[in-house]
Structure formats: structure tokens, C-alpha cells
């Protein structure tokens, strides 16, 4: 069946202004894609503080503190109600926030927020319906369009160890989710719904390793998923988001400067990479709307104002570092890497054996993102200043002088043996460029050692999901386990190595294939979800089973960056290309004709703009990088 390819169109990308009224300028919010945008389709990115609780009334007891926050620069606020803690289950409070927002013209995410116990089904919790089934009535009766809603803050098993560990806690909130979905979706069957992610909002990626299950009750609503970070202590997480933003739709409801104590100082280095990567710098591309803990005076390093101060609106060096980063508005940018020699040729027919070694330059966040513990880098610390190549081919040849994705064999005689990515941690990622000469669904194979781990893994196609199934459908399990070669365990070999076919562990009966879906340079990027003992290297199969008749003639742009603003864009039918700014204006506009390759001259500076071509039963929005 003929598909029509449309990538989600940046092409409405607008400069977010402060406006009198953002809820006037952006309307009722909604998804395109993974991207929160506006009623018209234009992304946008939500930025604020989050509240810190209704026992805080000296606060929260008006709309001065709301007042405030706009004045400041904020277009949304976080309504954190407690349901242990301080005066526990208040919605009068709630209620208040909400109307104080809309007066103002800001936008509002009403948080459950659970903490202790870290089960969302807890007894102590069992009023959540009650909750949301009055809230959303309230906020129909009202008419108002700027609410969304977290449905449980940070669920967790009140316990150390990597997030991605942790699956019985995502089966928990699954659990709740199905219960209390469709009581908002009874008065609210559109609204925006953030889903909490386990050990404290931290594994995202369990949203396309196990994907909730869509029921009809609920099967309108727009679901994102929350990320928490702490920017002082858990950068080894940051990766995480940054890689899971080409899957889902990421929402990150609270980070702060401090440890995740809520305390302990303010790393303002830390902070700047985790705005960097929410400002587009991720694998997906993704805007990623924040809130910041939080609007208190809590006297913690995390608290807006100094301890004691709120009257005098004594702000805090937090607070001065988010507000300083509120007024500068958008400051989006997007990983930009080029192929290491040259892109790597697939041409469809023979068998294709990436080169791992041949990884995209342009470093940190652009190229890869890369995290390594002490133990693998000596001298290296919480920021990650002083990574290294901690695969054997760093240590012994001194692979790529400067770059730091990790790089070893897969034997020790280096001249028969496979590039293999090693020492990996849970939130890394890397891009290759690859020129595919035919567009189709393939099916591949991944050569793995003999040493049993948590290795699971995902594979995006030009920042967004990689996979189809093997009969072309779409697919939410996006997530891969990488089996070992020869049925090892945890004491298996490392040096035994062999071809294995991954599969999704939540769903074994999914046969993936990984779809190109035209001709041409394609960024195909590994994300690795968990430790990983090593991935030996890919292979892509052959003679494509099934090729998309679309797909095939889908409209081409090259090359991609464009030095000077000059690329070629060829099509099979009439097409109009045109080209935005960043700003959303129109630069050029010039018609095409079919089976024909154009050359465009685009007489601007060099930055980032986007290209959409429109023919008749095809259309595609790319971004250009003209340098």
C-alpha cells in the first residue's frame, strides 16, 4: 500500500516572543509528532518553576507569585500538590493555582505528586481518581485550554541502582496509568497527560522498550513522558533524555541546579548542558518544554530565593541563573555532525557491514553522547571533563586523537577482527553517516560476544524511530535486546563473538526491520539503553523484501550540510520547494519539474533553515544546515 512520507514540519518553527498572553499566542497545546506545539502546529517550549507544595502558603496564597513568574519571563508553572507531605490532599489550592494561570494568560501542569511511597497504586494515593475526575470537570466547566497534567510524580522503589533496572516500577505505573487515563479522558478526551518513568522520573526510555497499552477509553489523549534532573550529581542520566527524545514525547517537569538532595550547591556547568540538550541538542531534535525546582524559600540551594527571603524577594543564585536563562527566550540549536572520511555506500543488494570505527564528527552531543565513569577514565569527574576512548583501541593505539566515543576489537588480532563499541553506559548514543543507495525495509543482524547483560538498544533513522516490523506496520516497541552469541551468562566470554538477530524482550513475536525511506545520505544512530557489554558490529541485509512505492521516489536534498547555501533537490513529480528561517519567514519559494534535479542557490547566512518540498502525493520538511 502506498504510504505518503511527511516528516513533521519545523517549517513553522517561530521565535517564542514574551508575550502579553502566550495562551492567546499559542492556543490549547497539542502533540505533532513527539514535538509540544502549538494550536496552529508551531513547536514550542514551556519554561518555568514548579511549586513546592500547598504547605508553602505564605507563597502561594494569591496570584503575586504567578504575577511574578510571568514577569520573569516564565509562560507555564507547575502545580506540585502533595498528597504525604505538609497539608496533604488540598484541590481548593489546586483549583486556585489554575484560575491564577488562566488569568494570566500562562500555562499550568497540574502535578499528582507522589514521593513516598513510590508506588502510584499506594493506598495513600487512592483519591487519584477522585482528583482528576473534579479537576478536569472544573477545568471543562471553565472552558480553559492551558492545563496539562502529570499524572504521578516520580514513582520509584525507594532504592540506589541504574534506572533502566528497575521494569517492576514502569509495571506499576502502567497499572495506574490504565485506571486513571480515562477518567481524564471522560471530560478531557484530547488533553496533554505526562506519564511519570521509574526511579524517580529518570528511565524514559521504558515508553518504547514496553509502551503502555492504548485502550479506546483513553486512545485520544496525548501522551508525553517526564524526565527529573538533577544537574550536580546525576549527568551520567542526561544521555538518557537525550537519546529517548527521538522516540517519545519528553516533558521534563522538574530539574534543578543542586544534587538530587534538593541541596548541596548549584553547578551552573552542569545546568547549561542539560538547557543545551532540552534546547534541541538531543538525538531526536526534540524541544523540550521545563520546569525548574523550585519557587520557594526553602533555604535548600534547589529554592528559587535565599532561606527566609521570600519577602523581600531575595532571589538565590538558582534563581538568578533561571531567570537570567528565561530572559534570554529560545536559544534552540540541533545536533549537527558530517561523516568521518566519507558516508559509508549501502547499495540495497549486498550485504553492508558498518564500519563502527567511521562514527559522524562533531563530538560531544552532536556526534554521540558519551559518559564514562572514573573507574573507565581516570582523572574524570561528575561533568564528564575529562572522558576517554575507553575501549581497547584508545588504550592501545590511540583510535581518533580527541574524540571519546569508546572504540575496541573484538579479538586481539586486530586484522581479522570487528570495530566493537564497548565499556557503554545507559543514556549514550552515536551517529553514523551512511549513503543508502535504495530505499526499503531491511533486515539486519548484530555481531555480539558471549557475555550476558542488560543490553538493550534502539535504532533512530535520521533522529526519528528506525524501525517497521517485518511487514512494514508501524511500531511503538522501538527498544531491541541484543542477545549473546552462544547462550552465555554473566561469566560468559567476551572473546567469543557471532551473529545474532536482536529482538524487543517485552514482545518476542515482533520481527523488526529497519526502514530507509528514500535514497540517499541517511544519519543512522545506536542508542544504548542500559549497560552494554559490547556490539561487535551491524550488519544491514540485502535485496530489501519489501520497498515502498513512495518511499522510493520520495523528494531528495543534497548534499546536506549545503556549503555556501548551494544544494541540488531532485523529484519525480511537480513539486514546490521552499525554504524558512528560523524565525518561520520565507526565503525562497521555486517550482520544480518532475524527474528533474533543481539546484537552489539559497543567498543567506550560515545557520539552520528548513526545506519543505510539496508535490502531489508527497511531501517532506528537512532541516538544512547551510554553512
Not at 483 to 494: F, H, I, L, S, V
Request: glycine share 10%; with cysteine.
Amino acid at each position: 500500500m502506498k504510504k505518503l512520507f511527511t516528516l513533521v514540519s519545523a517549517a513553522m518553527l517561530c521565535m517564542q516572543t514574551f508575550a502579553a498572553n502566550p495562551v492567546d499566542q499559542w492556543g490549547k497545546l497539542k502533540l505533532v509528532g513527539n514535538q509540544l506545539s502549538s494550536e496552529s502546529g508551531q513547536p514550542v517550549q514551556l519554561r518555568g518553576w514548579s511549586t513546592h507544595g500547598s504547605w508553602f502558603k505564605g507563597c502561594y496564597d494569591d496570584m503575586s507569585d504567578f504575577e511574578k513568574m510571568k514577569n520573569e519571563g516564565a509562560n507555564m508553572a507547575r502545580i506540585a500538590m502533595y498528597i504525604n507531605e505538609g497539608e496533604g490532599y488540598d484541590i481548593q489550592w489546586v483549583k486556585n493555582c489554575v484560575d491564577y494561570t488562566a488569568q494570566l494568560g500562562i500555562y499550568c501542569l497540574v502535578d499528582w505528586h507522589i514521593l513516598k511511597p513510590g508506588n502510584p497504586n499506594a493506598s495513600d494515593y487512592g483519591r487519584y481518581n477522585e482528583f482528576f475526575s473534579e479537576m478536569t470537570s472544573y477545568v471543562k466547566q471553565k472552558g480553559y485550554k492551558h492545563v496539562l497534567w502529570e499524572i504521578c510524580n516520580e514513582p520509584n522503589e525507594d532504592t540506589d541502582g541504574a534506572p533502566a533496572a528497575f521494569h517492576n516500577v514502569w509495571n506499576w505505573v502502567t497499572k495506574y496509568a490504565q485506571n486513571v487515563l480515562p477518567t481524564i479522558a471522560q471530560n478531557l478526551p484530547d488533553a496533554i497527560v505526562i506519564i511519570g518513568t521509574p526511579q524517580w522520573d529518570q528511565d524514559v526510555t521504558v515508553a518504547f522498550q514496553d509502551p503502555l497499552e492504548i485502550k479506546d477509553s483513553f486512545k485520544d489523549l496525548q501522551l508525553m513522558y517526564s524526565f527529573h534532573h538533577y544537574a550536580a550529581d546525576q549527568q551520567r542520566y542526561l544521555g538518557i533524555f537525550s537519546a529517548a527524545a527521538a522516540f517519545v514525547p519528553v516533558f521534563i517537569t522538574e530539574w534543578g541546579l543542586s544534587s538530587h538532595t534538593g541541596d548541596s550547591g548549584v553547578d551552573k556547568t552542569a545546568g547549561n548542558h542539560m538547557l543545551l540538550v532540552a534546547n534541541g541538542k538531543n538525538l531526536g531534535g526534540q524541544i523540550v518544554s521545563w520546569a525548574n525546582w523550585s519557587w520557594s524559600d526553602k533555604g535548600e540551594s534547589s529554592g528559587t530565593f535565599t532561606g527566609g527571603g521570600y519577602g523581600n524577594m531575595s532571589f538565590s543564585e538558582s534563581g538568578n541563573f533561571i531567570r537570567e536563562n528565561l530572559k534570554k527566550g529560545d536559544n534552540f540549536s540541533f545536533c549537527e555532525s558530517s561523516p568521518y572520511e566519507s558516508a559509508q555506500v549501502f547499495d540495497g543488494k549486498t550485504d553492508f557491514i558498518l564500519d563502527l570505527g567511521a562514527y559522524d564528527k562533531g563530538g560531544q552531543d552532536n556526534a554521540y553522547f558519551d559518559y564514562d565513569e572514573d573507574w573507565a577514565c581516570s582523572g574524570n569527574d561528575k561533568n564528564n571533563t575529562k572522558p576517554c576512548n575507553a575501549g581497547d583501541a584508545g588504550k592501545e593505539d590511540n583510535f581518533r586523537p580527541g574524540e571519546f566515543f569508546d572504540i575496541g576489537y573484538s579479538s586481539k588480532d586486530k586484522s581479522t577482527a570487528y570495530k566493537t563499541l564497548g565499556y557503554i553506559g545507559n543514556g549514550e548514543w552515536v551517529t553514523y553517516t551512511i549513503d543508502v543507495k535504495r530505499a526499503g525495509d531491511y533486515e539486519f543482524e548484530v555481531y555480539a560476544c558471549d557475555h550476558k547483560d542488560y543490553n538493550t538498544f534502539a535504532i533512530a533513522v535520521d533522529g526519528k524511530p528506525g524501525l517497521v516490523t517485518e511487514n512494514g506496520e508501524d511500531t511503538r516497541f522501538q527498544a531491541l535486546y541484543l542477545p549473546t552469541c552462544n547462550g552465555g551468562d554473566e561469566d560468559g566470554d567476551y572473546n567469543v563473538w557471532g551473529w545474532v538477530k536482536p529482538y524487543n524482550a517485552y514482545n518476542k513475536e515482533i520481527k523488526h526491520k529497519i526502514r530507509f525511506d528514500k535514497p540517499g545520505e541517511h544519519k543512522l544512530s545506536f542508542a544504548f539503553m542500559t549497560s552494554f557489554s559490547g556490539m561487535g558490529s551491524f550488519k544491514i541485509i540485502g535485496d530489501p523484501t519489501s520497498v515502498d512505492e513512495t518511499a522510493a521516489d520520495a523528494p531528495v536534498i543534497a548534499p546536506n550540510p549545503a556549503e555556501g547555501g548551494v544544494f541540488n533537490v531532485s523529484v519525480f513529480e511537480n513539486s514546490t520547494v521552499k525554504v524558512v528561517n528560523s524565525l518561520g519567514a520565507e526565503i525562497l519559494s521555486q517550482n520544480v519539474e518532475a524527474n528533474t534535479t533543481a539546484t537552489v542557490v539559497l543567498n543567506a547566512a550560515p545557520g539552520v533553515y528548513f526545506v519543505s518540498v510539496v508535490g502531489e502525493t508527497n511531501a517532506t520538511t528537512e532541516k538544512l544546515i547551510v554553512k
